[in-house]
């Protein structure tokens, strides 16, 4: 037999082994893949048992809204509190429940830090989910891969929170996309979602593509073409795996047109998706006296924003050290930061941007005031000439919101929602500045400074009307209203 005659045997006697293989792997997978479905409808049939059992017990359906760090005293948190108001408010027939991940505290404590921090009192008290595991959804758990690495921490962390108590509406308020399929389609239940900041966005792949350096972009990698080809790759499939959970919510609210644009590209669900600007405590701010400060011998600089790391407080502080250079220094100038610690790791971030402080020698015309009242808030913000915010594409802006109904002259970053929502011409008038870097930011800030009492007058006037639009009436009505199909689905 030829070596031709002999490769043209083995060839035929290695198909003969494939196929004979073939029908057993057929089999195997059919018989896998019956099994995955009949335990995936096991899972379901025993959980909505408990949520049957639960609803024979209470008499009611329940809405369970999943916010792991609903003690933080953040926006985001605003925005849970003034959505569980307005529910309770409207449907007096409905319970809700709200999964947290805030060990340390009582229900009480953070209901009574809801009223402190945001002046928010519920009409009703609510039902809390504690959950262990909150750990899984910490960045720092994961310095490589975070976007993934959290992803999949929430879906654990969602199925712990669908064990402990199923609902019949649930409420993503957090950001936790891939939590949704788990209870739609484990859970039975019907399911909305809050969307503050899309996780990944085409301008954080143009980061990434441009090998530009930022908080989520380390330098080590922006260095690397194969690093940076290889992060492209991956939050290109990441995007992927977002836009398919994303779009399995039957409800989707966002807060921004910034956010609009990204999650109707990620999500495609237009027929689903509305914009609801987040609830700012426009009235609260209204008694703080709007008159002309000619006179005021020293000027202070208000930041109102969490220590997180894209919030960037160090472009403020070395913005802030440019104006001191240029000749505003003495007693004339000082920039209090102010904001809420969420955990051990944002805390280290305040050593860190004290430490900053001292570097650049400004430690002391710099204040720190964490985690205040809404009581001191005011204050502050009742002494304040200039509002400062930095975070480059911030979702919305809630801080900025408030600073302009304060009556303070607002600096913010030149992009995302306070470039396309909030720091917009009112009635043919200037409401804010805008900038991007430190050199602008300094510039700005002197071009305020040696503005006219009566021009910077005019302008906070302006500021103050225009953000009527974001008060928490206008929040709530507009909540209500995209709620109102989901809430029809509730058998009562």
């Known amino acids: 037999m030829s070596g031709h005659d002999q490769l043209v045997h083995c060839l035929c006697e290695l198909t003969r082994l494939l196929w004979k293989l073939l029908l057993p792997l057929v089999f195997l997978c059919v018989l896998l893949i019956a099994v995955l479905v009949l335990l995936v409808l096991a899972v379901r049939f025993w959980l909505q048992s408990n949520r049957n059992a639960r609803r024979a017990r209470d008499g009611r359906p329940t809405v369970a809204f999943f916010h792991p760090y609903c003690n933080a005293g953040g926006g985001g948190e605003r925005v849970l509190w003034c959505a569980i108001r307005a529910l309770q408010n409207r449907y007096a027939d409905i319970n809700f429940v709200v999964y947290t991940g805030d060990l340390g505290v009582t229900g009480q404590q953070i209901l009574d830090g809801a009223r402190r921090h945001f002046n928010i009192v519920l009409p009703r008290p609510v039902q809390f989910v504690f959950l262990r595991h909150r750990l899984l959804v910490e960045p720092g ?114 807060n921004s047109s910034w956010t609009l644009d990204h999650i109707l590209s990620l999500w495609r669900a237009p027929n689903r998706t509305s914009v609801v600007y987040p609830p700012c405590d426009v009235s609260a701010f209204l008694d703080i006296p709007l008159e002309d400060d000619g006179d005021k011998k020293r000027h202070s600089i208000i930041s109102v924003a969490q220590f997180r790391p894209e919030k960037d407080h160090r472009l403020q502080i070395r913005a802030f050290k440019k104006v001191l250079d240029r000749g505003r220094a003495g007693e004339a100038l000082k920039l209090v930061l102010i904001g809420g610690c969420r955990n051990q790791e944002d805390e280290d971030r305040v050593l860190m941007l004290r430490g900053l402080c001292q570097e650049l020698g400004v430690s002391e015309k710099v204040e720190f005031k964490l985690n205040v009242s809404f009581e001191e808030l005011k204050r502050e913000m009742g002494e304040a000439t200039i509002g400062l915010h930095t975070m480059w594409n911030e979702h919305f802006g809630i801080g900025v919101v408030e ?90």
């Open 141 to 254: 758990l994961f310095p490589h891969f975070t976007l993934l690495g959290q992803s999949v921490g929430s879906v654990f962390l969602g199925w712990e929170a669908l064990t402990e108590f199923v609902p019949d509406l649930y409420i993503d308020s957090m950001g936790y996309a891939f939590t949704l399929p788990l209870f739609r389609y484990l859970g039975g239940c019907s399911v909305g979602s809050y969307v503050h900041y899309p996780t990944i966005s085409t301008d954080m792949l143009s980061v990434v593509r441009e090998r530009n350096p930022r908080f989520n972009n380390a330098d080590y990698v922006s260095n690397s073409l194969f690093l940076s080809a290889f992060k492209v790759v991956y939050y290109c499939l990441f995007a992927l795996l977002y836009g398919m959970a994303g779009s399995c919510s039957d409800l989707v609210m966002v």
């Open 403 to 492: 600073c302009m109904a304060a009556g303070k002259v607002i600096l913010a970053h030149k992009s995302g929602g306070p470039k396309l929502d909030i720091v917009v011409p009112f009635e043919g008038g200037q409401t804010g500045f805008l900038a991007d870097d430190e050199d602008s930011y300094a510039e700005a800030i002197e071009r305020i400074l040696a503005m006219s009492s009566s021009s910077r007058l005019q302008l906070r006037r302006n500021a103050r009307q225009s953000v009527a639009r974001f008060s928490d009436q206008e929040f709530d009505a507009c909540f209500l209203a995209a709620m109102e199909p989901l809430m029809g689905t509730l058998e009562r």
